[in-house]
């Protein structure tokens, strides 16, 4: 198991990124959460499995359909064994 810490620069904010971002990380079996920041980045942090960790990046680097990304940062943290994704205020 691994757990990273994501940001996500760009037009990220108002096009469903952590509503979609929500929908790939049930698909990909992902926990964690995401939520947006006040300098309209996204910002999330995502456990599993490395390779559906590493599938999730590829995706927080693309982003929804009408997302722009224009930079992405991950460092790895301490897995917690954290369930479940949600959409975080």
Do not use: C, K, Y
């Not at 996500?8 to 698909?27: D, L, T, Y």
């Amino acid at each position: 198991m691994v757990r990273v810490h994501v940001t996500v620069h760009g037009r990220v904010q108002g096009v469903g990124f952590r509503f979609s971002a929500r929908v790939e990380a049930q698909r990909l079996g992902v926990s964690g959460w995401v939520r947006n920041r006040s300098d309209g980045a996204v910002e999330a942090e995502l456990e599993g499995e490395s390779a559906a960790v590493e599938s999730m990046l590829e995706w927080f680097d693309e982003g929804p359909p009408g997302a722009s990304v224009t930079s992405l940062s991950s460092a790895e943290i301490e897995p917690t064994g954290a369930r479940g994704f949600r959409v975080a205020d």
